[in-house]
Each structure stands twice: as C-alpha cells, then as structure tokens.
C-alpha cells in the first residue's frame, strides 16, 4: 500500500469506527457485529504501527490509554461549576416550584426531570469540535486537568459529529462507574489481598485521579453529559438541547429510557420521582436523586444563579434505605493476608427488602468516629455498597452503663499482638506462620479455581484436613495418601481418588497460575501473567534486584517490595523448594516461550460478548497461538462458539440450530489445558 493509499485508509477507518462507537455508546444500537469492530480496529492498528506519521488524534485506537501523567495541572474554569440546591420532600419541591412562578409570572412554565447520576463531575471543553480539555469540579472555580484519563472512556466523544456543532462548547455531566465494573474490581481485589473499595463512586473519583491513562482505560467508566455552555446555542429549550447534544456524539439522557421526561405539574414530576425510587435497583448505575430543571433556556437566564447554585434547578435527593436495629455484638475477620476486619452482628432487620444481620464496620476509625459501642441502636443503610454500613447511634436509646468500643489488641484467633502499618487503615496480624485463618486462607487461595484449580479442596474440605492435620500448609497437599484420606469420616472412596487425581492433575497448571496461587501479596492474577512472561522461571524472580523488578511491566515499587519481602523470608524457600521438588510448573512451558502449540488446530471458534480473564482480542489472540482458527460468524463449520456476557441471542440461537457447541470462557481454559 502507497503511504497515500494508507493514509486515506486511516481517515476512512477512524471515521467509520467512530461512528460505529456511537452507536453502541451513545445510540445503544450497533449496527455491526463486536466481531467486525475488532476487526477494523485491528485494521487500523496496523496501519498506525507502519505510518505513526497519519495517527489522527481522534483515533479510536487513543482510547487504550498508556500515556503518564505525574502531577494533574490545576486550572481555573471559564465558567463556574456550581452545585445543586437539595431538597427532600414534596414540600420542599413544591417550594421550590412556587418560588419560581413568584419571578415566572405571565408565562406557562415547564420542567424537565432527570436522573441525578452518582459520579463525579466534569466540564469537557470542545473547540472545533475537537475534545481539548477535562477538568474535575475542584472547588467548583478550579479543578484538576484530567484529560488524558477521560480520553479514555468510550461514551465521552473526542470529536464531536455532523457540522451544525457550536465552534466552542462545554459539556457538563458525570463520569461513573457502572456497577457490574465495580465488581469485577472488587473482586479482583479480594483475590490479591487488597481491601475493597468502598463504593462505585469512590472508585470512579480514585480512578480518575490515577497516573497512569492504561489503568483507567481497562476500568470501564462511562458518563452522561446534562448540561452544555456556549455563546452559539440556538435550542431553546433544555430538553431540545439534550437531543440536539446527542446528535453531537455525547451521551445525554434518553427519553425512551426514561432517564429525562418533561413535566408540567407536581404530580407528574412526583410521579417521575416515585417511578425511579423504586426502579432506581434496576439500573446499571448508582443514582442517589432527580434532578428538576425549568426546561426554557431564557427562563433559566431569567431566574439566574445564587453564589452556590442556579436558581432554575432542583436536587430531589432520595432517602438511603434506612433501618434501626440492635447492636449485639462486633466480630473480627482474620484474611489469608492478615488483615483484620470488623463486622457488626445485628439483631435481624428487614431492610430493602432483605434480613440483615451483620453490617460492616470498616476499620478501627470508623468505630471510633461513630463512637458505636455495644448494646446500642444503630442506624443501618443500604446505599450501592452490596453490604449495609451503620451509619449512626440512636443516642437517646444508649444505656448509662455502656462504655467506648475496645478494638481488639491481639488477634481474635491467635492472640498475637495486632499492628497496624502506617497509612494503613487496617490492623494485621503478624503471625503469618501460625495463625490458622491465615494458613487456611492461604491454602483455599492455592486451590481455587482461578490458581491451581484443586476441585474437591474447597473451604470445608480445608478445614477438616486442617482440623485433623493432615495439612498446614500448600506443600502439605503434595504429601496426602490414599489411606489417610480414607480414614477420615467424611471420605469416601470415590471423592479420594477424584482428589488425589485433581491434585495430580494441578502439577499441569501453568506456571503464571503457580505464581498467583503462592498468595504473594499484591501478586494478583494479572501481576503474576506479567511476572511470568517477563522472568520466565521462579529462579530468574527470586534472583531479580528491586529495580530488575519494576522494569518490568505494571511492577511497581509496592509490588516489587511485596515479592522481595516473600523470598527474603527463609520459611517461603523451603515451601517453596517443596513444590518444585513435586514437580510443580515453575517455569514457562515450551509452548508458552514460542508462545504457541498446536492444542487447537484444526478447529474454528466464534467468540461473542464479554469476557472476565480476557478481552475479546486476547481471547482471539490466545485462539490462534494455540492453532485454532477465529471466525466472524457462525457457520456449520464452526466448532465452539465461546460465550461471555451479553452475548447477543441470534449468535446463540443459530448455534443451537446447527448443533454447534457453545463453551463457556472456563470450559475454553480448560480446552487449552
Ligand atoms: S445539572 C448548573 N443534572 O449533582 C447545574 N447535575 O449535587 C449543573 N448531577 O453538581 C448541574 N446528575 O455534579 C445536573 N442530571 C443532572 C445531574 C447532576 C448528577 C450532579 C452534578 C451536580 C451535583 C449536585
């Protein structure tokens, strides 16, 4: 291809592709297949690595992130970004209504209703059409500059569309994290040792703030845009300028969602609110309120703004699903990495329409701040956290005779003496060798099926072999034989030897799997990938100096002092020196060096939706280094199709008609061993 010839080809794929990215994110109706979008991106990648001279910066392939930002730039906001007044009760909105008809009085009034999105806010400047700076809400008069992150999320344009759009624009609106992404964080947090993160708020704000644009891009936030500045807008009215942003590319509430409705009277905007209050469990999304807003640009501009806030629009805030109930007693949970945690148990409370009986606690601040003690009232909510938090302390109800909460010195299990690191927020125990949650916790970490994938070694099962003595730890597992399996109450013939088979069967689990399920701190799955392919073999880690360890990708200075800390530790060695001496992968197969076998070929694969351990690319990449051949829709040839999540019902449909197996992504890990 002539450099003129690729140029061109880049300007047609990106335009194409941009235009395909709005229709999934901003019409929510693609028009072509996940598949193809790959497809094309691939395309334009390539093309991109040959003539980095024609990359365009509204390139899709932008999104991915990559570039580093040590310190975010304060800067000053041309336009305020003021906060909304709140209110909680129909009379309050219904002040609020007649305030305005005091100022409004010879017009008809209308108002809009939308959604209140829990995020954090933005103001994103366009000139030209092209997305030029994101700064955060600050102090509302400056904020940080964080383009380069908000770059990075899909339903925020990065050029806006048509031509009819002003010259220079500001869009407002709220960056979130769907709640779905929350959790696959969280989990993956649980699996490397670290604390959750409280809420998709927080995460979204945190992640914003986050240096490095990669990360930011691999956590799927998303946003809504609600309110737009220019001096060149020719709708009149709120809702017009909504409809007309959206044909702009930005992603603005829909009608036909009901995200944003007109409304005329109390009833019907009360009717809006009620709707949501109970709906509001249903989206995909935290919202904590609707916001009501007079609906004419010029009646805005009428009624103007106070120093905090416009005079035109309205927060109605929901309530967080409340309840009052005793507390009885706090326990204290003791992880395979130490660190401990309190929990609240409750007297058994309806609350959203579940029992509660155990709220969490957090952390020793946090029952100091709420100075909760036992035998109180205690507030309890539910907002998107998926456990509900004690909020507060019916005072009134407390005894004379209560005294402050202690907060355990010594470990509830083992009675080791507690401490806490500094900047820290939880205490641990020390006693890594001895505590038993902690050796249990490590040992059910090594079996589980994303680690060395022990089918029949789960919690229970750890726990007697444990009880009993049978095992104090992962090398113990190498170690069990038949007749001691059976002597035990609760094995059977037939579960020893499906055990003693599975165990056998794990000296087969890649060594990047090995890696993870020695429960290195901070050595999650997606670390212990790249630890692998960089090193190759446990030898090369073990051996490797602090600054051989952050040269390698996504090891940062934490992580590499978490595994520095592992090896120094003599008794790591020796468990260590075990496994290897049971034939455990310690080192990159053949295959995984060349970074090929031959286990699938011959065989023709469709992926379809969205997947945990991979993305689609990966997954497809990970298909053909493994001989298999991916193909873009399904035919009778094809062999498996993979399914994720989402996954569009004709895929799966035509499938079933034509008998082709569909697999699951765990079903696919276990195709390639
Ligand atoms: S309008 C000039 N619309 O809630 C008024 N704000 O607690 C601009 N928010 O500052 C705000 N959803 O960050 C507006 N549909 C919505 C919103 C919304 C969430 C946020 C926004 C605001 C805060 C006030």
């Known amino acids: 291809?002539?450099?003129?010839?690729?140029?061109?080809?880049?300007?047609?794929?990106?335009?194409?592709?941009?235009?395909?990215?709005?229709?999934?994110?901003?019409?929510?109706?693609?028009?072509?297949?996940?598949?193809?979008?790959?497809?094309?991106?691939?395309?334009?990648?390539?093309?991109?690595?040959?003539?980095p001279q024609f990359l365009q910066p509204e390139s899709p392939t932008q999104r991915i992130g990559g570039d580093i930002t040590k310190n975010f730039a304060v800067v000053k906001h041309e336009y305020p970004m003021f906060s909304l007044a709140n209110s909680y009760s129909r009379e309050e909105v219904a002040d609020f209504i007649n305030r305005i008809y005091k100022t409004i009085t010879d017009e008809k009034?209308?108002?809009t209703c939308e959604l209140k999105y829990d995020g954090v806010a933005i103001s994103i400047t366009y000139e030209n059409g092209n997305l030029t700076s994101a700064v955060t809400r600050g102090d509302g008069e400056k904020g940080d500059d964080i383009t380069t992150n908000v770059k990075t999320i899909s339903s925020v344009p990065i050029k806006l569309r048509e031509n009819d759009y002003p010259l220079k624009i500001i869009a407002r609106g709220e960056i979130y994290l769907p709640r779905k992404s929350f959790e696959i964080i969280n989990k993956e947090r649980e699996e490397n040792g670290e604390p959750p993160f409280a809420n998709p708020r927080n995460t979204a704000s945190g992640t914003l703030k986050m240096q490095n644009s990669a990360i930011v891009a691999s956590r799927k936030l998303e946003a809504f845009m609600y309110y737009f500045i220019s001096d060149s807008i020719?709708?009149?009215?709120?809702?017009?300028?909504?409809?007309?942003?959206?044909?702009?590319?930005?992603?603005?509430?829909?009608?036909?969602?009901?995200?944003?409705?007109?409304?005329?009277?109390?009833?019907?905007?009360?009717?809006f609110?009620?709707?949501?209050n109970v709906k509001r469990f249903e989206l995909?999304?935290?919202?904590?309120?609707?916001?009501?807003?007079?609906?004419?640009i010029p009646q805005q501009e009428t009624l103007g703004y106070t120093a905090k806030s416009p005079r035109w629009a309205i927060a109605y805030k929901f309530k967080a699903e409340q309840a009052k109930t005793?507390?009885?007693?706090?326990?204290?949970?003791?992880?395979?990495?130490?660190?401990?945690?309190?929990?609240?148990?409750?007297?058994?409370v309806q609350l959203a329409g579940t029992t509660v009986k155990r709220a969490s606690l957090h952390n020793a601040d946090q029952i100091e701040k709420l100075d909760v003690r036992i035998g109180d009232l205690v507030f309890i909510e539910k907002g998107g956290e998926i456990i509900p938090k004690i909020t507060g302390v019916d005072l009134s109800k407390r005894s004379e005779y209560s005294t402050p909460f202690r907060y355990v010195e010594n470990c509830p299990e083992c009675q080791t003496p507690l401490i806490r690191k500094e900047g820290e927020a939880l205490h641990y125990c020390p006693n890594e060798w001895e505590c038993p949650p902690q050796l249990k916790g490590k040992i059910t970490h090594f079996t589980s099926r994303k680690a060395m994938d022990i089918e029949g070694l789960g919690e229970e099962t750890v726990e007697l072999f444990f009880n009993t003595g049978l095992i104090r730890n992962v090398a113990d597992i190498y170690d069990l034989k038949?007749?001691?399996?059976?002597?035990?109450?609760?094995?059977?013939?037939?579960?020893?030897s499906n055990l003693l088979y599975a165990i056998e069967n794990s000296k087969k689990i890649p060594f990047e799997r090995v890696l993870f399920a020695l429960g290195i701190r901070y050595v999650g799955e997606t670390v212990a990938k790249k630890l692998a392919r960089h090193f190759k073999n446990i030898k090369a880690i073990r051996n490797a100096t602090h600054s051989e360890l952050t040269q390698a990708e996504e090891i940062g200075e934490k992580i590499a002092e978490s595994?520095?800390?592992?090896?120094?530790?003599?008794?790591?060695?020796?468990?260590?020196?075990?496994?290897?001496?049971?034939?455990?992968?310690?080192?990159?197969?053949?295959?995984?060096?060349?970074?090929?076998?031959?286990?699938?070929?011959?065989?023709?694969?469709?992926?379809?939706?969205?997947?945990?351990?991979?993305?689609?690319?990966e997954l497809k990449e990970n298909i053909e280094k493994n001989g298999g051949k991916v193909v873009g829709s399904i035919s009778a040839k094809t062999n498996y199709l993979i399914a994720g999540e989402n996954m569009g019902p004709s895929k799966k449909e035509k499938a079933e008609q034509l008998g082709i197996k569909i697999i699951s992504e765990e079903e696919y890990k276990k195709l390639i061993g």
């Open 234 to 271: 020719s709708e009149n009215s709120h809702f017009d300028l909504m409809l007309m942003a959206k044909k702009w590319g930005f992603r603005t509430p829909n009608p036909e969602k009901r995200f944003i409705q007109k409304c005329s009277t109390l009833d019907e905007i009360f009717s």
């Open 482 to 496: 038949k007749e001691q399996l059976l002597s035990l109450e609760r094995m059977a013939e037939k579960s020893v």
């Open 284 to 296: 995909p999304f935290d919202i904590d309120g609707v916001v009501i807003k007079v609906n004419h």
């Open 326 to 348: 005793w507390l009885e007693s706090i326990s204290f949970q003791v992880g395979r990495t130490g660190a401990v945690t309190p929990v609240a148990n409750l007297t058994p």
């Open 1 to 51: 291809m002539t450099p003129t010839l690729a140029q061109q080809r880049i300007s047609e794929l990106v335009n194409e592709l941009n235009e395909h990215n709005y229709k999934y994110y901003v019409l929510s109706q693609p028009t072509i297949s996940d598949y193809e979008f790959d497809m094309l991106l691939e395309e334009l990648k390539k093309l991109e690595e040959q003539y």
């Open 273 to 276: 609110i009620d709707f949501w």
């Open 109 to 111: 009034i209308e108002f």
């Open 563 to 617: 595994i520095q800390h592992y090896f120094a530790e003599e008794k790591n060695n020796t468990l260590l020196n075990r496994l290897i001496s049971y034939e455990l992968q310690f080192s990159l197969s053949e295959e995984q060096m060349s970074g090929t076998s031959s286990k699938l070929s011959g065989l023709s694969f469709v992926v379809s939706g969205i997947f945990s351990t991979f993305t689609r690319d």
